[in-house]
């Protein structure tokens, strides 16, 4: 056997971490994209006990902190609270946050983040062993783009969920990295080829050229790739999406109206880029967006988030 040689063996680079932002910089969502699943795993149980985050779960691979911007004081405990993030702070646009952590955790708190892709730069300290270490790590300021999609195939050819994918991967970058895909499980209308779902993409953009360029080219490519006359594709740039609940929820249970969709489209500020029948069911998938658990099961109402402390929030 050959002999293993590790140029860093106790550091494993996070793929990426990005922070979202809403609109007066009072709320962030910031996700990690690991590389080591178990030991994300480890700080989403510990992060979630930071004042400052107000929930945290994992999609996949993804571990998201839904958080209230700020300073805060860890109060670090060997195996019982023994890493966090410390501080969100939004600097025009830049978000700098700051972690600490107990020994290894330190180590994810420090070198870990800091050397994840798309990183702007970084401030760290000694980690390891018994050490408390930080780490403050900036990385863009971004929003969220949300594109719905819907009715892409026909009774021959073609999946929505697959199409949209494979386009958001292609467009994947670091001005618009690609965060999340959900299948949203429509009211099984007649019209429906198959399984009647819809599918929402989401996106964290760092400015509004980021966010032109890539609506402009994602519409492109579902028109050129599309089979189907009736397909429906909308966008919206916006943190919650909760103005669609109630909508989204009737069109899990019920049948809707093309004209009860372009209404509550204008009154939600989503805009329409293809007006196909499958607009209906585009528009609906908006706020599943990184909820792909919640989404497939039907009849599932979407629930907004929570904006205070929750006691148990893994």
């Not at 895909?181 to 007649?190: A, D, G, K, M, N």
């Amino acid at each position: 056997m050959e002999e293993v040689i590790l140029d860093d063996p106790y550091t494993v680079p996070y793929r990426g971490i990005y922070a979202i932002c809403d609109a007066a910089n009072e709320y962030a969502e910031i996700i990690e994209h690991s590389n080591c699943y178990s030991g994300a795993c480890w700080s989403l149980y510990h992060y979630a006990k930071a004042p400052l985050v107000l929930k945290a779960r994992s999609t996949g691979n993804m571990i998201r902190y839904f958080m209230k911007t700020g300073i805060s004081n860890l109060e670090l405990k060997p195996s019982i609270a023994a890493a966090g993030i410390e501080s969100v702070v939004v600097k025009g646009d830049e978000v700098e946050i700051t972690y600490a952590g107990l020994g290894g955790g330190g180590v994810g708190a420090t070198r870990c983040r800091a050397f994840a892709d798309g990183i702007l730069r970084y401030k760290i300290s000694e980690s390891g062993g018994e050490k408390c270490a930080r780490g403050t790590i900036a990385v863009p300021r971004r929003e969220r783009v949300l594109i719905g999609i819907d009715d892409t195939d026909s009774k021959d050819v073609g999946a929505t969920w697959t199409l949209t994918h494979n386009i958001a991967k292609k467009l994947d970058c670091h001005e618009a990295v690609y965060l999340s895909h959900s299948l949203v499980q429509l009211f099984p209308v007649p019209e429906k080829t198959q399984n009647c779902m819809s599918t929402v993409l989401e996106f964290g953009c760092v400015n509004d050229k980021a966010k032109s360029r890539l609506i402009d080219t994602f519409k492109k490519a579902i028109k050129k790739y599309t089979a189907s006359p009736q397909t429906g594709l909308v966008v919206l740039s916006d943190f919650y999406a909760k103005g669609l609940y109630q909508y989204s929820n009737r069109c899990r249970t019920e049948r809707i109206s093309k004209e009860e969709a372009m209404q509550c489209a204008r009154e939600n500020g989503v805009e329409v880029l293809l007006d196909g029948n499958g607009v209906i069911g585009a528009l609906a998938s908006l706020p599943w967006f990184g909820r792909p658990d919640e989404s497939i099961i039907p009849g599932t109402e979407i629930e907004p988030l929570t904006i205070e402390k929750l006691k148990n929030s893994v």
